[in-house]
């Protein structure tokens, strides 16, 4: 007989327990109330009769407490009820101290890899983290409902970011640094006013970013079209100078020009030292995406098309380590919009798709979002499709719906749709393969607990929903009173932005391919294709469900699961042991994606996964693995041409990595142990070593746990040189 902990974990039936247990009761009482060795053999006997197969350590006590009173041992049976209740508290018990303690003694490897992007041995970062330690333990002892926490303990589902819940705030956003740049803005109580320069108005931008991200957790996204109209201002004021100077025309626009061309190059440089160098209120530089959309402006495309330009250049160009040598920076992430304009030899922008191009080979960076696809897949109030970025690295606002201004921005427009200046309420995720594994292959059981788990996955977004509701706009001034999400009054409520679609809140799913390869016995990207798009529409109908009577919108979300990719697996080989092919691995199939290990083509994986990617509109990204494409730019941009016309949003993943021992600039790889190591000189010290891989959107270079270590290690190429 199998016994089911309260942590869901599965051991065997120990019977010694019951006796440590009952005597510890026995001690409390005077002989003659004391239960007999007779007795509590009865009691063990009574529930190995019971040949259940699984039974819980809640109906084991129950059954011991009604077996004491069957034996008149009534005050017994207390003192038993009393032992019950002091080993529950024990369990509940504040268990920050230890987490602590092993946090700031930096020898966890849970904390030091906990996430890819946070250094856990600076003291900002353990700061956050100490926070995070603290909001956990409110979580789950006071804020969530205990059916919650034990499904996220037992992996059944992932209520993320616990360590920032026990605050009033939200996941991710686009930053409406239109209405910030152009309207005014405060900062920490200072009044900033419309910038008159480019340089200024980006050291404005970095500084918003940071108090932007300083009030949320989770990503935020600004767009370079925002930035556009003070490049158009420098060159004026240059222009207007050498006018006044005595220069003719045509001079003074040359020189104005030139000074035009400087004042963004060192106004990008500005941006991006700003960006990388800044330490938020979360212990790290700002997980920050920058949108580079030419179809968002008509009138200062051209000024639009110098910045994108730029920020290419120093990408390509990159930023230097310790050691003063040129790496691949984590941040900002780069969105580069795919469009008429520029997706042709012979379009106007067709310079800067081929700059792109040559900065994803040697950076990672841009990743390409199709208008084409996108507009076809977001369609407004009105009909008309809509483009715009992910919030961070993946999650996508839903089609606008609004009608009227809610957020009372300084910069709305009525007839046109609406998405800076909204966000992300937060994630929960549902374990797909955890829904396989306990319907045993039965088809009809394994609708019914998708179900019952949906319902949960419910009530823990619902729980996300209610903690923003009471919050007002004085708990983050910059986002709710001073234009990056909103314009409230101070003292008003958020809680109409919850509503109408001006924010979404997340139903994240991970794992479909061992969910599907359980129930069917292949890949969905094969036979059990069909399987899993029904998986994803019925996670899609439940939000359309949600959405109708809550007027809320819930949204599908390809959960990138960093570090739960690992736990997730865990807790599937502790539930259900191993089970080839499904649980033999430490890490889960992130979203709808082709696991790592199975070969396919580049074209084959991204058309097959653009058909799950549409039944994920709440965020998803695709990707292909390459090796270095430096020198093979024609089939970086072969995949470009094929993004555009076939899925919506995709990366590719290259490599670039840097020895600091003996200056080896290439591939970074790790052993069968899961240890990191220079192919060149044996270097194997994560301080003396620049590795960056892709491991959920954004770009880590912190290195990860064992689970993401070994998806990163079994990651087969999607595209070979020799091949194209």
């Known amino acids: 007989m199998e016994v089911i902990k309260r942590d869901g974990k599965i051991t065997h039936f120990d019977e010694d327990k019951i006796k440590v247990a009952i005597n510890k009761a026995n001690a409390e009482v005077v002989v003659k109330e004391r239960a007999t060795d007779e007795e509590i053999l009865e009691i063990i006997k009574h529930i190995k009769d019971l040949n259940k197969e699984q039974i819980s350590v809640e109906e084991i006590q129950d059954i011991i407490e009604n077996k004491l009173m069957d034996f008149g041992k009534n005050l017994l049976s207390k003192k038993y009820i009393v032992y019950r209740y002091q080993r529950e508290l024990v369990r509940k018990q504040n268990t920050t101290d230890q987490t602590i303690k092993e946090l700031i003694e930096g020898d966890s490897e849970y904390w030091n890899t906990e996430n890819s992007n946070k250094n856990a041995i600076v003291v900002t970062t353990q700061r956050d983290y100490i926070a995070g330690t603290t909001s956990t333990d409110i979580t789950r002892r006071f804020l969530l409902p205990k059916e919650i926490v034990e499904a996220h303990d037992k992996g059944i589902l992932h209520f993320h970011d616990a360590d920032y819940f026990a605050q009033k705030i939200h996941n991710c956003c686009l930053i409406n640094l239109d209405d910030m740049l152009q309207n005014g803005t405060i900062i920490n109580g200072v009044m900033i006013e419309k910038p008159h320069k480019f340089i200024t108005a980006s050291t404005i931008a970095t500084q918003i970013i940071l108090g932007v991200s300083s009030s949320q957790y989770g990503g935020c996204t600004v767009s370079l079209t925002h930035l556009a109209p003070f490049v158009r201002d420098s060159y004026n004021k240059y222009l207007e100078e050498y006018i006044n100077r005595g220069l003719d025309e045509e001079k003074a626009k040359e020189f104005a020009k030139l000074d035009t061309k400087k004042e963004v190059e060192a106004g990008v440089q500005t941006f991006n030292y700003q960006v990388n160098s800044m330490t938020n209120t979360n212990g790290q530089a700002p997980f920050l995406s920058v949108c580079m959309y030419l179809g968002e402006t008509d009138e200062y495309k051209d000024e639009l098309a110098m910045i994108i330009e730029e920020f290419l250049n120093q990408r390509i160009l990159g930023f230097k380590n310790e050691q003063g040598v040129y790496i691949t920076p984590a941040f ?228 990138p699961i960093e570090s739960t990719t690992y736990k997730f697996a865990k807790k599937l080989k502790e539930r259900f042991g191993v089970v080839e092919g499904i649980t033999d691995r430490d890490y889960i199939t992130n979203s709808y994606h082709v696991p790592v290990f199975e070969e396919i083509d580049a074209f084959t994986k991204l058309k097959l996964e653009s058909d799950f990617q549409k039944l994920s509109p709440g965020g998803a990204i695709s990707y292909i693995e390459t090796p270095n494409l430096q020198n093979n730019l024609d089939a970086v941009i072969q995949v470009i041409k094929f993004i555009y016309g076939n899925i919506m949003y995709a990366e590719l993943n290259t490599k670039s990595d840097y020895c600091q021992k003996c200056g080896f600039d290439g591939e970074i790889l790790v052993d069968e142990n899961l240890e990191w190591y220079c192919p060149n000189c044996g270097n194997r010290d994560h301080n003396k070593m620049n590795v960056a891989r892709r491991t959920c959107g954004y770009i880590g270079s912190n290195f990860w746990n064992r689970g993401r270590t070994q998806e990163i290690k079994e990651r087969v190429l999607h595209l070979d040189n020799k091949d194209l």
């Open 332 to 559: 900002p992430k780069l969105l580069y919009v795919l469009e008429e304009d520029n997706i042709y030899e012979d379009s106007k922008y067709w310079y800067l798709t081929e700059l792109a191009a040559k900065c994803t080979a040697k950076r990672m960076v841009p990743d390409y979002i199709s208008e084409k696809v996108m507009k076809e897949l977001k369609k407004d109030k009105s009909g008309n499709g809509n483009c715009y970025p992910c919030m961070g690295c993946r999650s996508f606002l839903t089609p606008d719906r609004q009608t009227e201004n809610y957020g009372k921005a300084l910069n709305y427009d009525k007839n046109k749709s609406k998405y800076y200046g909204r966000f992300n309420q937060g994630v929960v995720t549902i374990n797909l393969p955890d829904i396989a594994l306990s319907s045993k292959k039965d088809m009809d059981k394994f609708w019914e607990i998708f179900d019952e788990r949906l319902e949960l996955c419910h009530k823990a977004l619902q729980c996300r929903h209610e903690r923003l509701s009471t919050a007002i706009s004085d708990v983050a001034p910059i986002m709710w009173q001073n234009g990056a999400l909103a314009r409230l009054k101070k003292g008003e409520s958020i809680h109409e932005l919850l509503h109408h679609g001006y924010s979404t809140i997340s139903l994240g799913y991970a794992g479909l391919y061992e969910c599907v390869k359980y129930m069917t016995g292949y890949s969905h990207t094969g036979e059990g294709k069909e399987f899993g798009l029904a998986v994803m529409q019925h996670l899609n109908d439940a939000c359309a469900k949600w959405k109708a009577a809550e007027d809320i919108d819930y949204s599908v979300y390809g959960t």
